[in-house]
């Protein structure tokens, strides 16, 4: 998952009420769960089950378990709470969260019965190291290691014996805290298959130090385990991260790289209908991500969107200045009607994100690129004809204002773009001053009240954008016939 940074929210009664709820049912369907094993341990016969649990200890191991799961739902809450509980403050995360334990465990169970050893053990580190962040994966890759063994310890009919009894904790802790590690930031899939393999090392040597009767005798079947345990956690974290992807709408790495890559569908619409708007967003990602790297967010996600901030301007793409050549539509309308359309880009850029199913990330910084900032150009034509005063608001875009860091960073990174094309001398002074000039009209507009962005984050972004300015819009001698600039909208 992309970087997430920690973020406490202000909650109210009724998000406590709906995440207790929540995190109650889950804990609920794991206990329904550890019946569920005991029937399958029983070989589906509930004779067997009662007899089972008429002997000695059986219900008093079964009670230790519903309390023990209890406990850890009141950890797993505690921890989000105070770590990132906006994250868990969406339901939806909640349900993510539950949903890989849940998942992870049954797989892990259903493995043992092969071998112990061949469990994938790293598969919850992994599925949650790139569906949410890498602190979070190691939190959870303790919880399932807990949860397995106590499965293994109070469930199992056939009590697992001696040393074995330990092998997902040992196992688990060791492998998957090493499969965290050197699986963050690999991007390739190809790489992180052949991950497994080194993952595998430890289990099997783990193995082999667990089971050193077996191994003077036929230590062949040992090293097997520990390659299938290794390769089926990475192998089982790519079949069902595209699943969970999908359903929870996370943007992993590789989602990024997606949605990133030029022959993305709506990437190739843009290109082809709006080739000066996509080239400026190339411009535009470069800038962005910059800026993200420089404060600490994310910068494939901050490329991520800025290819796709101003794919509403696919709608009408001959009224945007990057797409004209000589001939300019706005002459022949009103400068209302002309507002309309250059405001609806942010809006039109939402609804068609939301159409492709992106990620929502995505529909939101289009919608909050030019936040609720008037289109100053038309606002002065239109005053030309009216002898009152005009409400400002009408020619502004509608908003809501960034909401976030990256929308913040999206918002300067393209006013400041346009605003350097049109300089005449892109001297690194004349570049700071405009980039300086734009910053502070939108704090003059409030742009940035509602995101978290600090002051420390805006001066490092103006120095970064000036850097990057001032280096790709560099003087050019040669080219006398180019001609740069023109109105720019926006
Ligand atoms: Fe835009
Ligand atoms: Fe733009």
Redesign the pocket.
Known sequence: MVKENKQIANWEFKDFARTVFWFALHTLIFICGFFAVLYVNSGFDLQVLTLHLKSEGEVQNLVYLVIAMCLVSIGIYLYFYHENNAFIKETRNINLVFLILELCIAITYGMGKYSMYARPFALCALLSLILIEKRTAIFMNTVCCFLMFMIDAFLTIKVVEGHRLYASLLIGFSTSILAIYLVSGITSRLKVFLMGFVISLPIIICTLCLETDSLLINPIPLVIYGFTSGMSSVVGMMAILPVLEKIFNRVTVYKLYELTDHKAPLLQKLNEKAPGTFNHCLIVSTLAESCASAIGEDPLLARACAYY??IGKIEHPEYFTENQSGYNPHNEITPELSVDIIRS??TDGARIIKEHKLPSILSDVAEQ??GTLHIRYFYMQASKFSEETLPLKDFAYKGPRPQTKIAAILMLA?ACEAKARSLPVRSHEKVDEAVREIIEERMDFDQFYECDITMKDLDVIRKTLTNSLAGVHHDRVEYPKLKIGGNKY?
Do not use: I, N, R
């Open positions: 901030h101003d880009h942010a690129h030019h393209d926006e």
